[in-house]
């Protein structure tokens, strides 16, 4: 069974402040994509990466995949109260399925 | 375009009953899935499809059954709804094997049985 863990679980921060969650594994994925999360929504599609070592800008969210393409992360730059949601990163494999970690929420205070 | 659209929003059933979770999709995808998502749990793969007329288990089967009798139809059935089965429900559907596209999900179904 493919696991995915994401740390730091929860993080509270101030508008402002930059921050990074980090997505591991033992197994290697595919590709990794992000999603974000709002209260009574469903996830939301951010990005994907599938080359090993590929970084990915979106505004101020730099998503890189790790060489190995066991890990991932998510640096933002300047949060702001809108970026405030739960994050969630999903391994891709050979298959049609994706295994997800169980995500950070993230609070972002004005 | 309305993406991927889950009914009912919200239910609330006595432990027993039977209800069928509907989930529709406008875009033509091949895959659907069923995830249910609970605190600290995370998201987890009830069931899915790669097709019209297939379905298959995913990671949390058991009191939950399925039917894809049209394509961009995925129906979820709770035959005796437990309290354990109290989740928030979403629908997924996705190209298959595709990388670079991600999963569509629906708004999800808050379910509690009392």
């Known amino acids: 069974t493919q696991l995915l863990e994401q740390s730091p679980q929860f993080l509270s921060i101030q508008e402002g402040e930059n921050l990074t969650v980090y997505c591991n594994s033992s197994?290697?994925?595919?590709?990794l994509q992000w999603y974000r999360q709002e209260p009574g929504e469903g996830p939301v599609l951010l990005v994907t990466v599938v080359t090993g070592g590929e970084v990915k800008k979106l505004k101020r969210l730099t998503f890189q995949f790790g060489d190995a393409r066991k890990d991932s992360s998510l640096h933002i730059t300047a949060a702001q109260p809108g970026d405030t949601g739960l994050y969630l990163c999903?391994?891709?494999?050979?298959?049609?399925?994706?295994?997800f970690g169980k995500g950070t929420l993230l609070t972002v205070n004005p | 375009n309305a993406g991927v659209t889950q009914t009912p929003k919200f239910r609330v059933l006595k432990t027993g009953q039977s209800m069928t979770l509907l989930c529709a999709q406008d875009?033509?995808?091949?895959?659907m899935y069923w995830y249910r998502q609970d605190p600290g749990m995370g998201l987890r793969l009830i069931h899915y499809?790669?097709?019209?007329?297939?379905?298959a288990k995913g990671e949390v089967p058991d009191g939950y059954n399925v039917s894809r009798l049209k394509k961009q139809n995925f129906l979820l059935g709770l035959e005796s709804a437990a309290p354990s089965q109290t989740s928030v429900y979403f629908c997924a559907s996705s190209y298959p094997a595709r990388t670079g596209y991600g999963y569509t999900f629906g708004s999800g179904t808050r379910l509690t049985v009392v």
């Open positions: 197994s290697v994925f595919s590709s």
């Open positions: 499809s790669v097709g019209e007329g297939t379905t």
């Open positions: 875009m033509n995808h091949e895959y």
């Open positions: 999903a391994g891709g494999g050979s298959n049609y399925k994706l295994t």
